[in-house]
């Protein structure tokens, strides 16, 4: 599997920025009759400007690289760059730098010397030595413009953003609304090279997510970043409106692209709990009910989730949508408590939501998943399945406890299958490596060989120890075929309203957003060997 220091190298993006070596202090001294002036725009520059060697001699070792490798990215942009202070906020400063610019977080440092209280402190930079982390503080959230980028640029490793131990916001990093997708701002914005370091204190869990999306029209984009779980997830995107993203090319959403992050969960206790067997909820949460017919918009390729956590991601689509799951690494552990049922925990969860807003258009197909050579280890349940959608799932390795967990009798999974060469053309669009190229962790006990291993896009299940689920455990309403190593998925039907209702557990019961579905236990079908079927 990809590891997060060669995505360093495969993911840079360039910036050209300006030095901010001193900002004024400010002060709130107005009385209450003075009306208040919003803080001046902080001056940015031309990135081509930048290129002149005697400008890029200037910059530190972090910032040179990027403008000698990607300075196509920065081209006819405006940039900025900002030193580490930690008596200023983060946040503060980037609400005060205009849209459509480059915003890099060099290693240099500002420290406040030794002065009268009475005096504003006078401002000197210092140099930071390669081990000393770079830290940048945040009072409030950060609301990221139209066309903000922010990229870190230490010398070593990552530019680290936390929070304050005031900080009260549910979220670091914000993007979009609750009520509008703002048409007009169609610029994307990318998170790169940062480490997102969450911070707790006295065990009062303030941080729900780090970045939290809602609706907007543009592209939002999370690179090579070092991300340590807060309560709910790393990454939410939440939008409840309703949208045909295929009637106007100009209007499709909001797109969400999560290429080489490393996300890692711990054990935490809260005040109410002092014993440290909490988990986070998981590492990804997609929830967008009413966004009919988008495609190309959402993709979580070559990241790693590990660590402590509940699910590595939950993504839940509309009819007519799809999204891309490629070449992630999950190797993660279930065991502790989590403000989610006990029994949601797994690997990554699949839905398909009924969009209830937009019933006066168009019936769209259901929404379809594409989940291609991802490794996959969980405590318990490798892929769970709600609702009606279609899979396309090829050459991943799954380990778990238990494949497949479909709950509800409603639940309809279609398998649908492409080409291998509509597949690696697929890959060859994201940039990812050849179709099953490796398998990613060499510790990996592999089964022995079968008449299937030959064929290049069929999967391969690991029970967990003790554990004597097989391939296709845990599903009761498939349509079509899912292909393994060692046995072939066949077509099941969903079993009788008597038997569902005799099945109907107090701890399986789950409410959507989008209207109430009763739960039942997952009852596991050993499907029938068969001749593989040519793909």
Known sequence: MIKLQPLLARFIVPVLCLNVLSLMAETSTQSPTTIFSPSPLLMTVSCNSLLDPTMLSRQTTGVQQRLKVDSAFVNNRQCIILSAN??????????????????????????????????????????????????YFVSSAIRLKNGQDILGAADLGFAIIRNRPAFKDKYMLGIGTTDDFKPDETKSSRIQYIAFRPTRENN??????????????????????????????????????????????RMRGPGLQIYGNLIEGKKYSTIHNPLPHLIPDMGILIHLPGIRNQTEQLIVISNTFMGNMAQAGEFRMAPGSSMDVIENEVDISNVGFTR????????????????????????????????????????????????????????????????????????????????????????????????????????????????????????????????????????????????????????????????????????????????????????????????????
């Not at 209280?117 to 390669?130: G, K």
Request: net charge neutral; aromatic share 6%.
């Open 86 to 135: 930690p008596a200023e906020n983060l946040n503060e400063l980037i609400e005060r730098i205009p849209e459509d610019t480059v915003i890099l977080l060099s290693s240099k440092t500002v420290t406040p010397t030794t002065a009268s209280p009475s005096i504003a402190p006078v401002l000197t930079t210092t140099p930071v030595f390669a081990s000393t982390p770079v830290e």
């Open 204 to 249: 009062r869990l303030s941080i729900d997510s780090i970045v939290f999306a809602e609706c907007y029209n543009r592209k939002l984009i999370l690179a090579a970043n070092d991300i340590h779980l807060s309560v709910r997830a790393a990454v939410v995107l939440d939008c409840r409106k309703s949208l045909d993203a295929s009637a106007d090319d």
């Open 340 to 535: 989610r049922n006990p029994s949601r925990k797994g690997a990554f969860v699949l839905a398909g939501v009924k969009d209830t807003e937009g019933s006066g258009a168009v019936e769209a197909g259901l929404p379809r998943f594409y989940m291609i050579d991802n490794y996959i280890k969980a405590t318990r349940t490798a892929i769970t399945v709600w609702g009606g959608l279609e899979l396309n799932l090829a050459c991943n390795r799954l380990q778990a406890s238990n494949p497949w967990w479909q709950p509800l009798n409603q639940s309809s999974l279609k398998a649908v299958h492409k080409s291998l060469e509509d597949l690696r053309q697929k890959l060859a669009e994201h940039k990812a490596s050849d179709l099953c190229h490796s398998y990613k962790i060499s510790s990996v006990v592999m089964p022995t060989p079968t008449p299937y291993t030959s064929n290049p896009m069929v999967n391969t299940w690991i029970a967990n120890n003790h554990s004597t689920s097989t391939a296709c455990n845990g599903l009761v309403n498939l349509e079509g075929q899912l292909f393994f190593e060692t046995e072939i998925c066949q077509p099941v039907t969903p079993p009788t309203a008597s038997s569902a209702s005799a099945a109907l557990s107090k701890e399986t019961r789950y409410r959507y957003s989008a209207g109430a579905a009763i739960v039942t236990s997952a009852l596991g079908v050993v499907a029938t060997l068969a001749v593989l079927l040519t793909l």
